[in-house]
């Protein structure tokens, strides 16, 4: 089988389950517990907490560890209060798409950031934002679908000055490119393990300390009385695991996945009919969505299944669904077209071969 649907979620690498096992079986304590085996679990997650505030440049006791990225996406938005004004554009995951949908019948005053053609927010952005005054902005550092990068670190700067809390979801971003938190300027970052080679049901918010945090869970006082609940400490000590291997082998992963996607795209602009969305932006090395004329994407997809090739047809939690993807649609593509998108999302285990392979059986399916 050929996984090419990374950006959905990541094989566990072997080296994150053999560090997360002995936590599954013999050192079961609570981290809470003042005897030997509590005290090694929490030793376990201090250390955890360690390696993940170190690939994106934070201190440990930056990283607020929750149940995944759309969590951390949540405890970001968790402070704003009945008619408060808030920004983000269209294209956001919908972890956090869904909580402007509630702001908003809350009293909350939502602008609507537009983006072009291009996936990106055009030059008059920054100036709307001003003109708006926002108390918080979320803007995401890579987009899951099309892959586009956008410039965070130059709206943190800006509205930082002014008083806003900036947020970005940096779920896809973590692992394929450096993710600088300090650098970005941001005041919450939102991670997750799964897109790192690491365990589900993992992630973190990482926070400025000076950002107030409010809760969604409370409880036991756990993670500095931001999130409570018993640990997952196994998860969280893969989700550590995952983050040391992914800093130490960015620069190698990086040149693989370029070198990939080179070469796919090379062998998609083969293809009659063929589009790739946004293909001029910045990207993730590893992201190429694509659509060719009158073939339906969801279609695409089955009949590549069919083949062992396992791509997207969108965002997967969007999957399933009938409607255009929201993030092509606020492209300003048209629905029809946005239909026929494929996302093929490549991985540290995928091969030139692979690709070679990838484009045969397309071809060979249309
Ligand atoms: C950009 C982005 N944010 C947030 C999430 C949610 O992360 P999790 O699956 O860990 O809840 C995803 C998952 O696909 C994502 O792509």
């Known amino acids: 089988m050929s996984h090419f649907d990374h950006n959905a979620t990541t094989p566990l690498d072997e080296r994150v389950l053999a560090a997360m096992l002995p936590y599954l079986q013999g050192l079961y304590g609570n981290p809470s517990s003042l005897y030997r085996l509590g005290r090694i679990a929490r030793t376990a997650i201090d250390c955890a907490r360690e390696q993940v505030a170190t690939l994106v440049g934070a201190a440990a ?23 408060a004004r808030f920004a ?16 908003q019948s809350q009293g909350c005053q939502w602008l609507k950031l537009d983006v072009g053609g291009n996936g990106l927010l ?8 001003k003109a708006f005054r926002p108390e918080f902005v979320s803007i995401m550092r890579a987009n899951n679908e099309t892959g586009t990068l956008e410039d965070v670190r130059q709206y943190a700067h800006a509205l930082r000055a002014d008083g806003s809390i900036v947020h970005t979801d940096a779920v896809q971003a973590l692992g394929k490119i450096p993710v600088a ?38 409880g036991g006082g756990q993670e500095q009385g931001h999130r409570a609940g018993t640990e997952n400490v196994a998860a969280i000590v893969g989700f550590g695991k995952a983050a040391e291997l992914a800093l130490a082998e960015l620069d190698d992963n990086r040149r693989h996945l370029a070198r990939l996607k080179a070469a796919l795209e090379q062998g998609l602009k083969t293809v009659p009919g063929l589009t790739i969305f946004a293909e001029h932006t910045p990207r993730l090395p590893n992201t190429v969505q694509f659509g060719i004329a009158g073939i339906d994407g969801e279609m695409l997809l089955m009949n590549l299944d069919k083949h062992g090739i396992a791509v997207s047809s969108g965002s997967a939690c969007a999957s399933g669904g009938s409607e255009p993807s929201p993030v092509l649609v606020a492209m300003g593509v048209a629905p029809e077209q946005a239909k026929t998108a494929v996302r093929v999302s490549l991985g540290k285990a995928n091969s030139e071969a692979d690709i070679v392979a990838f484009i045969h059986c397309l071809k060979t399916l249309i």
């Open 61 to 83: 006791g930056q990283v607020i560890f929750t149940s995944g990225g759309t969590e951390a996406n949540h405890l970001a938005f968790a402070g704003l209060k009945p008619g």
């Open 181 to 218: 938190f300090t650098e970005l300027a941001v005041h919450m970052m939102s991670l997750s393990s799964h897109k790192i080679y690491g365990p589900k049901g993992c992630g973190a918010l990482v926070y400025d300390k000076g950002t107030p945090i409010t809760p969604l869970l409370m």
């Open 122 to 129: 055009p030059p008059d952005t920054l100036a709307k934002l």
């Open 88 to 103: 983000l554009s269209g294209i956001e995951h919908p972890s956090v798409l869904q909580q402007a949908v509630r702001l």
